[in-house]
């Protein structure tokens, strides 16, 4: 399995058992320093504008998008040809982590190589069915709370956040992401079940909109 990062804010000492929990199925993840945000967003360079509404995005939105950029910087250097990006708001269920690697190489079946493979998400606005009832072929999602990236989606995450920047607007990270499937014709796998693996938690508060977060 490729090199597995989970983006931490030190702060939030309240994710720190969902951590524990992630360990147990990715047993070399790295624990990557989040960034808050303030740096990005102290930059006048760096449009800010939401693409939707145009109303500035939020300094935790911010840091968000900046730490998944930073990272997939870091895997490009390191000429890593994968990296699993996973979030500490993130929950894992009660799977095993044979179960998960299957669910990894059975993507590479399905027809057509992948870019960006889902582990979890909140919801699918644009899927279709594949070859597998397990999977789902995913042209749009919210939520990056699990995902795989392949250097092909790497770099088209990269080109979707500077075309945007190039706009006047900040592309949040599953903004980002759905650009890039969009804009670079990626393809992009997800659980059939989108929360079949894992799910943000409930309970806590979110860093991005400081409101605890509910379904």
Known sequence: MSRAVVIHLEQAVERKPLISRMKKLFPLLDVYPAKDGAQWQGNPKIAKAHPLTKMPVSQGAIGCAHSHIDLIHDALLKKESAIVILEDDCEFGDLSREELTSYIFRANTLGEPWDILLLGATEYTESDETSSANYKKVGRFWGTHALILRERGMRAALKAFHDGQKEGIFLL???????????????CFGPTDPSRFCKQKEGLVSYLTGQVRTY
């Open 173 to 187: 990270a599953d903004w980002m992401y759905n650009r890039a499937i969009r804009q670079e014709g990626l393809t």
